[in-house]
């Protein structure tokens, strides 16, 4: 009797549960498994994957890499990198030219162009944005300060003044030439925002975007999602190509690839290494490769001792397998590096050796160094993935074990993220693993920025110094002539090669995944993307 | 009652300044540096204390600590320091997000837990019993990490019947009036989103449920076991009522005490722990705030984002005491 009973309960459960069921997958979202190519009436809405949610959509105000994805579709700079690489192109400024002492740069701005709510871009606008990244204080524009030496008034400030001269020429007049200024004012941080939307919204701005970009700002959900739509008034013809583009944060990198193989998301950023095969084999999808700009190493104190000794330095950089460790760790998809910089970057000195894994080299230079038998230190592990090291934990073991081999004995260590790097900063750590993303593709950002002597307590984490590698790098600072700046880098990486402050390890190729239908995607070595060209076949 | 309730709510007020006051030391004590974090890596050593003081984070911790009581006896839970947005501003619509994600995971595991709990113990050392009692210990065990991953590979990879990642469908989303989704598409007249809205649902209420599910099934099964064994049960049955209503009226009534103190920490556990479930399957809930908060060292953020959760805790207990009184009127408060 009871039985029954049960048995008739469990057989209601089961009814209940398969109604629900049926009734949410007869709910509409067909077009999760999207087909948005072919039917010309739908709409066409990429959603793009990615780890993190922007912090702010005013790109002067921010730091971060996820802002700035946004931004770049919103936005547009008065001049832009090249589609996969960093050189200069025309953009809101459709030619310039530089006085030849390099202290006066004139734009000639496009016309017609309109920002989103309807008012004009002119050069009174890209005033407008200068001066108030110019009166900035404190740190409201951190990468105005950091790329031009600070804000007005400044003894570094490099911005002498910027004036419209008429309705579409502006002229820049710099206090002391600075070579990498057109790639400066090609960063995402110097887009031009509609004065009128800045004055109105205020502090807000951050929150309601208005720029001349392919793409409107519509919608933020915090932690979810951004949604950006088509610019109908666009200046370039037939562009942008798609109606909408939806950024999604899907922190875990795996769960973010599930949801790409399901359909729910078109594009994913953020492509774990070993998964980039999963990817390939699978006919709906296909793999993109972010042109490499980037440096992973190991970063070896050069004020703790024994570090202090270049002979130890030299033989901890024979010691490392760092061939196996890219096969092993970036499965492959990065290259070996010898130089602090990637060879994307114009200066790279391509006739530096780099030093070959030969143990036995090693113990002899820690012979000669006065260590036949080794000595003990720490090993700092990054805990987090980084797009130049995907994996910390896993490359220190490798490390240990290299220097095993040597008669080093490395104690691995590591800290929270953010305890690491400030640590790390302090000069705390023996050896550490870290790395860096080059912000505008030139050397200075890379060689002066990590290895001189100005920036120690600052990026320059190794402790680093060396006077004659300081002069050429001030020297380079302020040459405009391209040729003879890259002669000045290429002996920057000798001398930085001989005094080895660091192992070099990769320079890593980030990994997208995406539909297999999507085309005219080109990732960008800054790893921010223009999506005005995307579209489904 | 009424002075009951009063008394608890009095006894909050310095039960959560506490908090604070712990809260606040403990992430100060953390090494790392809020500006260091908010500018990166790129940071220089200027830029990094300009930041500082803009922050006010040179002030003594007590200026600080009183500056913040002072903000939040005057309703201002703070700015966060990383996006600038005050945190009364955005806090609800995460933790609308994590307590419809909640509150749907809670009622699968009560219905199901209490459920299986009950059948168990009514089987006693049956296969049912075996079963559910293995994959109870299963459940408890499983990583969430790994279960979510593997819900995702199973139902939205190889079936493909159900979302992975988020609350909705975002080429076609839903418009937030209370924020709880499946309330909202009723608002706005959207029914036809009600099957994507609970779709989405699925596998991280499953992810979410898996452990409450487990505890509770276990703890109705030995509190319904220490039950049937009374006199007053077997008198029921003895005077040949039907084993049905002596097991889900009779004695359920009275296993069901210790079953709910166990369901409401659980949902308390859950507001907090739903950080795994939220990361992996890209849910915008509260726990995913605050553990963002806390890799950026988001002071205002961690402080205000756990004083509420708190709060909620500290309010399904008491609400659960309340309902001690209502199941067994034995229970008084005054």
Known sequence: ?537 | MLHYIGRRLLQLIPVLLGMTFVVFMIIRAIPGDPAQVILGQQATKEAIESLRAKLGLDNPWYVQYFDYLKGLFTGDLGESLRTKVPVQDEIWQYLSATLELSLFAIIIAVIIGVNAGIISAWFQNSWFDYTAMILALVGVSMPIFWLGLMLQWVFGIQLDILPTTGREEVRDPVQAVTGLYVIDIFMTGRLDQLGTVLKHLVLPGIALATIPMAIIARMTRSSMLEVMRSDYVRTARAKGQKMFWVVYKHALKNAIIPVLTVIGLQMGLLLGGAILTETIFGWPGIGRYIYEAINFRDYPVIQSGILVVAFIFVMINLLIDLLYSLIDPRIKYD
């Open chain 1, 1 to 537: 009797m009871s039985k029954k009973k049960l048995w008739s309960l469990a057989v209601l459960l089961v009814l209940t549960l398969s109604t629900i069921l049926a009734a949410c997958s007869s709910g509409d979202d067909d077009n999760a498994n999207g087909d948005n190519g072919g039917d010309s009436s739908k709409p066409k809405i990429l959603v793009f994957g990615r780890g993190g949610d922007s912090v702010s959509l005013d790109p002067a105000t921010v730091t971060d890499g996820e802002s700035f994805k946004v931004t770049k579709n919103v936005f547009e700079t008065l001049v832009n990198f090249g589609d996969q690489d960093t050189e200069i192109h025309p953009g809101l400024a459709k030619e310039w030219e530089a006085s030849d002492d390099g202290l006066t740069y004139t734009f000639t701005l496009n016309e017609g162009i309109k920002f989103h709510d309807g008012t004009d871009f002119n050069a009174d606008a890209v005033v407008f944005n200068f001066d108030r990244w110019a009166n900035g204080s404190g740190e409201d524009f951190y990468y105005y300060s950091s790329m031009f030496g600070g804000y007005k008034g400044d003894e570094g400030h490099v911005i002498d003044s910027v004036t419209a001269d008429g309705d579409y020429k502006v002229v820049f007049k710099l206090k002391r030439p600075q070579a990498p200024f057109l790639k400066n004012i090609a960063m995402s941080p110097f887009a031009i925002a509609s004065p009128a939307a800045v004055e109105e919204k205020g502090e807000a701005f951050g929150d309601n975007p208005v720029g001349t970009g392919p793409f409107k700002f519509v919608e933020w959900k915090r932690n979810d999602s951004i949604t950006i739509e088509k610019n109908e008034d666009y200046w370039q013809d037939g562009l942008p190509k798609l109606d909408k583009v939806i950024f999604r944060s899907i922190p875990d990198n795996s769960a973010r690839l599930n949801a790409l193989t399901t359909g729910e998301i078109d594009l994913a950023d953020g492509v774990n290494p070993a998964d980039g095969a999963t990817v390939e084999s699978n006919d709906e999808l296909q793999l993109f490769e972010r042109p490499s700009m980037n440096v992973g190493y190991l970063g070896l104190t050069s004020t703790r001792p024994p570090f202090d000794n270049k002979l130890v330095r030299q033989a901890i950089n024979h010691a490392i397998d760092k061939q196996a460790i890219v096969d092993a760790f970036f499965e492959g998809r990065a290259e070996v590096a010898k130089n602090p910089m990637p060879p994307v970057i114009g200066g790279y000195n391509d006739d530096i050796p780099g030093y070959d894994y030969d143990p036995a080299k090693a113990k002899e230079l820690l012979a000669e160094a006065g260590f036949p038998d080794g000595f003990e230190m720490d090993l700092w592990a990054m805990p987090v993935p980084r797009p130049y090291m995907p994996d910390g934990q896993k490359v220190a073991e490798a490390m240990q074990k290299n220097l095993a081999d040597v008669g080093i004995k490395a104690n691995i260590v590591s800290y929270e993220w953010a305890t690491y790097l400030e640590k790390a900063r302090n000069g705390e750590a023996d050896a550490f693993l870290l790395g860096w993303t080059g912000d505008n593709g030139d050397a200075d950002n890379f060689i002066y920025v990590l290895l001189d002597k100005d920036n120690i307590g600052s990026n320059n984490y190794s402790y680093y110094s060396n006077d004659e590698l300081h002069d050429i790098l001030i020297e380079a600072q302020s040459t405009v002539d391209e040729d003879a700046r890259n002669d000045l880098y290429m002996q920057a990486q000798e001398i930085i090669f001989d005094d080895a402050p660091w192992v070099p390890i990769a320079h890593s190729t980030p990994l997208l995944a995406g539909r297999a239908d999507i085309t005219g995607f080109l990732p960008h070595p800054t790893g921010s993307d223009k999506l005005e060209t995307v579209d489904f076949e």
